[in-house]
T-cell receptor, first 108, second 114 residues
Framework: QQQVKQSPQSLIVQKGGISIINCAYE??????FPWYQQFPGKGPALLIA?????SEKKEGRFTISFNKSAKQFSLHIMDSQPGDSATYFC???????FGEGTQLTVNP | NAGVTQTPKFQVLKTGQSMTLQCAQD?????MSWYRQDPGMGLRLIHY???????DQGEVPNGYNVSRSTTEDFPLRLLSAAPSQTSVYFC?????????????FGSGTRLTVV
């Protein structure tokens, strides 16, 4: 039972483009939503996180948009770079539950 | 370098064998956990610990045992390996269960059961 559903499974964008990854959650007890970034052969690392009382959080080129009523949140990567190529996981916290992951490839 | 250290990095087991995946952290984190990562399924929580002597089950605990005798170490034991346990295993730690400052993950153990 996957309580956090993530899409797309893979994404290819051109350098300079916008990458958008979407997540939907079911558990209304979730009160903290982090995104993790994972490079090949490495463990995931926290990228950015948001609480549900905020509709948007921006850190550099990375922005989380949060829609509490729809139980959806998304990660936007502006001006995507080849160095952003990684697998991205959204998660919800009641007991940290991850989405399925999105493999992002940014072509130069 | 402070962080989470997992050993071994790679392991091949035969069905029915047992083994222990090691995890150690030097950040004095109270919370430690084990995840398995499978294609298309994200990371699923196996077991976790909120402190020495305290462990609890996660989402997929069957076939795995854990213990936490010290703050630093949190080994994961496979009792009788099965091909379904072929996966990449990650250990993670945090100051608290909530992990508001992020969980620190190890670099993983890639396990193949034949």
């Amino acid at each position: 039972q996957q309580q956090v559903k993530q899409s797309p499974q893979s994404l290819i964008v051109q350098k300079g483009g916008i990458s958008i990854i979407n997540c939907a959650y079911e558990n209304t007890a979730f009160d903290y939503f982090p995104w993790y970034q994972q490079f090949p052969g490495k463990g995931p690392a926290l990228l950015i996180a948001i609480r549900p009382d905020v509709s948007e959080k921006k850190e550099g080129r990375f922005t989380i948009s949060f829609n509490k009523s729809a139980k959806q949140f998304s990660l936007h990567i502006m001006d995507s770079q080849p160095g952003d190529s990684a697998t991205y996981f959204c998660a919800g916290w009641a007991r940290l539950t991850f989405g399925e992951g999105t493999q992002l490839t940014v072509n130069p | 370098n402070a962080g989470v250290t997992q050993t071994p990095k790679f392991q091949v087991l035969k069905t029915g064998q047992s083994m222990t995946l090691q995890c150690a952290q030097d950040m004095n984190h109270e919370y430690m956990s084990w995840y398995r990562q499978d294609p298309g399924m994200g990371l699923r929580l196996i077991h976790y610990s909120v402190g020495a002597g305290i462990t609890d089950q996660g989402e997929v605990p069957n076939g795995y045992n854990v213990s936490r005798s010290t703050t630093e170490d949190f080994p994961l034991r496979l009792l009788s390996a099965a091909p379904s346990q072929t996966s990449v295993y990650f250990c993670a730690s945090s100051y608290s269960k909530r992990g508001l400052n992020g969980y620190t993950f190890g670099s993983g153990t890639r396990l193949t059961v034949v």
